[in-house]
């Protein structure tokens, strides 16, 4: 029988016989921009301050499709990670077979129960046992302004979808990009989260997105989310194919461009470039979401190993996440919030309080949905279901209508 004890330095496992120190931790993860690697420094640090080393598995790609891809083949091989980056319904997936260690004994010691929200807790635990560590929120209905641009152009914050299409059009016409987009599967889904809270609100998104019912899927607001889609296309310039969204991002840093919208990992960027919320850049929900939240948490979650290190290491790691210090020294760089309840918001910048605010009140108010785009709405194979419809679409493969049908019938065979 094992008992876990927390030390002034690493994590150490007791068992009977002996002692056992953390050693290594190897972490697969797709954080690679440089917002994220700054954030990612901060865990690094954490860990290599209580002596426990670092083996960096990147893979690239937002969203983590292709981080998914190498962790199965990883797993098939044989050789799982110690600790990887997942998100939603993918850690509900690994723990129903059985591929992830239980945390409960730290969770316990540790009280994570009162202080991570359920909308979190619904993810991090499977069949009531504790199977990652949440390291943030981040919310994905987001717009990122250029705000010297703003200013040029005499433009307010848009209170409406009207007011939103009015702005890029004046930026449009002043010689900007109006919209920074990166045409990638996973960045067109995120905006297309937004489209259907846009137009359907709350209970709409709930039918099509989560409850996936057909008739949702197949409906008018469908086909005029789409309708939105293809004017957010009209505004993105002709280079958008298969750009990082970091580097779209960018284009809003550095005054190319009026709007990104974008998750507020997007905020990570901006921070890294050395500028501040509420001055050369700002940050509004996309108009029509407003009161809601489309949120994903990124978790740690550790795969079953053997060796007593190993897993001395895993809970080393699973406790520097859950640790309230480091929920504010992660988050505040990463542009995401806490996982945790009882955080203050003190340390944060104008965008993650008013990020905090939000959430807090979407929770309460029946306002916070898991985002499709970020694997929070449903399972793995209906977001790639959806990920194919909503990207054939915005690169004119159908028509507005015609997406929303294929909408029913991709999340239909993908069930
Ligand atoms: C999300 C992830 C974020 C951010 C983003 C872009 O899925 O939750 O932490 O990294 O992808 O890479």
Known sequence: MRMMKITGAALVLMSSTAIVHADNVEVLHWWTSGGEAAALNVLKGDLEGQGVGWTDMPVAGGGGSDAMTVLRARVTAGDPPTAVQMLGFSIQDWAAEGALANLNGLAEEQGWADVVPAALQQFSTFEGNWVSAPVNVHSTNWVWANSAIMAELGLEQPGSWDEFVAAMEAAEAAGYTALAHGGQAWQDATIFDSMVMGVGGPDFYQAAMV?????????????????????????????????????????????????????????????????????????????????????????????????????????????????????????????????????????????????????????????????????????????????????????????????AEEMVTAVELAM
């Open 211 to 403: 409850d996936l019912d057909p008739e949702a899927l197949g409906s008018e607001q469908m086909v005029e989310a789409f309708q939105r889609m293809e004017t957010l296309r009209g505004f993105v310039d002709d280079n958008f194919s298969g750009r990082d969204w970091n580097l779209a991002s960018a284009m809003v840093a550095n005054g190319e461009a009026l709007f990104q919208i974008m998750g507020d990992w997007a905020k990570g960027e901006f921070i890294a470039a050395g500028q501040t919320a509420g001055e050369e850049f700002q940050c509004f929900r996309v108009p029509g979401t407003e009161g809601t939240v489309t949120f994903n948490s990124d978790q740690f979650a550790m795969f079953n190993v053997t060796d007593d290190a190993s897993m001395a290491s895993q809970m080393a790691m699973a406790s520097a996440v859950m640790s309230p210090e480091f929920q504010v020294a992660f988050n505040t760089v990463k542009g995401s919030v806490p996982a945790r309840t009882d955080i203050s918001d003190a340390e944060f910048d104008a965008c993650g309080q008013l990020g905090m605010a939000q959430l807090a009140d979407a929770a309460a108010n029946g306002g916070l949905f898991g985002s499709m785009a970020h694997g929070h709405a449903n399972n793995p194979s209906v977001q790639n279901a959806m990920y194919d419809v909503i990207t054939a679409h915005f690169n004119g493969e159908f028509d507005a209508a015609t997406a």
